[in-house]
């Protein structure tokens, strides 16, 4: 019989939320507070939850360390992904006003895209760092 | 005092009790618990004074991943720290210079939310970027336009600064030189230096199925 039934349920019931107000804050982060940065590391703390109440193997089935640290560098291409499509539409370096025709609707692409990146960056580079912590063990064949 | 001082003088109190409690115990998971309660009450401070952004970042940051990242690193090294075998009154006297001294320096800070401020007076950035940045990005938050748009290099460089701090904490806990010696099955054994991760496993496993042990898993959690 598990001994932790209150705690895995509880957390089950807990991280689809988590993981769905990580995207509410990064989307609504044109309007109130929040965006890529905060939304990130909410992100993975939902995953964070569910290695600590399910242990590392299983997260890591989840989430493997790969996919994490493949999105800590994924991000901040996208971000210079960004700049460099406004270079090609005739703009400077990161100049979002290239990315349409009405310029406010260009910086708004824009925005979405590198807050894209951050959030992309922050949650593979905070779950990576988790995982380099907490699998540090000792030498267990 | 309206409540708002009410509420910061409150919110100092505790910020005070939460640092002096974290030097004064030995016991090293109560002194991360009480860290990461510094770093909640912090964020409350930053929502009283409007940076409600930061106050976000400060309390998922602080109070959360930090807390777990230090609880990780608890259970490799203990609970409990040493006793210093000497009376630390050096440092002791450079903190409390250095704290003199910027609490000297916050007498030449203008008041905290003026209007009339120099930040807030600034004709080509603060009200620039008040008066423009909706009709420049229609994004009502004026925050986001400016870490995103205005400060666009700024904020990749962050991005690649975290980045870069993966690649570092990677290559010194994951893919970095084996320690002198490793912990296995009750024992520690020396590990000579130049050895890899792979070989010592390999070598573990061979002198337990020498021995005729049990078959052993594999713990190793990352790729």
């Avoid at chain 1, 406004?86 to 910086?107: I, R, S, T, V, W």
């Avoid at chain 1, 807050?115 to 540090?136: D, S």
């Avoid at chain 2, 910061?8 to 009790?17: D, G, I, K, M």
């Avoid at chain 2, 720290?81 to 000297?104: M, N, R, S, W």
């Amino acid at each position: 019989m598990d001994d932790r039934v209150i705690l895995k349920v509880g957390a089950k019931i807990l991280i689809p939320f988590i993981l769905l107000f990580a995207l509410y804050v990064q989307f609504h982060g044109d309007y109130g507070p929040g965006g890529g940065f905060q939304a990130g590391v909410i992100f993975a703390a939902g995953i964070v939850l569910y290695a600590l109440v399910f242990g590392l193997d299983r997260a890591l089935r989840v989430m493997p360390f790969k996919v994490a640290y493949v999105c800590g560098a994924l991000g901040v291409s996208i971000y210079l992904g960004v700049g460099f499509v406004a270079m090609a539409m005739g703009g400077e370096f990161l100049n979002y006003n290239a990315l349409n025709a009405d310029p406010a609707k260009g910086q708004h692409y824009g925005i979405i895209g590198i807050e894209l990146g951050v959030l992309v960056t922050v949650f593979g580079v905070m779950l990576a760092l988790f995982y380099a912590f907490a699998g540090r063990r000792r030498i267990d064949p | 005092m309206d409540w708002i001082g009410i509420v910061t003088v409150v919110l100092f109190v505790l910020l005070a009790v939460a640092g002096i409690a974290v030097i004064r115990t030995r016991n090293l998971f109560a002194a991360v618990m009480l860290a990461g309660i510094y770093s909640l009450v912090s964020a409350g401070l930053f929502v009283v004074m409007d940076a409600v952004d930061v106050a976000f970042t400060e309390a998922a940051v602080g109070a959360g991943i930090s807390t777990v990242l230090l609880l990780g690193t608890l259970a490799i090294v203990g609970y409990k720290e040493a006793k210093p075998d000497h009376q630390p009154i050096l440092p002791f006297f450079v903190v409390i210079v250095t704290g003199g001294i910027l609490v000297y320096g916050t007498s030449d800070i203008p008041p905290f939310g003026e209007a009339l401020n120099p930040a807030h007076q600034h004709e080509m950035v603060a009200r620039y970027y008040l008066d423009k940045s909706y009709d420049d990005a229609h994004i009502p938050n004026v925050v986001t336009t400016v870490l995103g748009s205005y400060r666009g290099y700024d904020t990749m460089g962050e991005t690649a600064v975290v980045f870069a701090a993966m690649v570092g904490v990677l290559l010194l806990l994951v893919k970095g030189p084996l320690p002198k010696r490793v912990h296995h099955h009750g024992r520690w054994i020396e590990v000579p230096p130049g050895t890899t991760r792979d070989e010592m496993v390999a070598r573990l496993r061979a002198e337990a199925d020498a021995e005729g042990g049990a078959p052993d898993r594999e713990e190793d959690g990352d790729g």
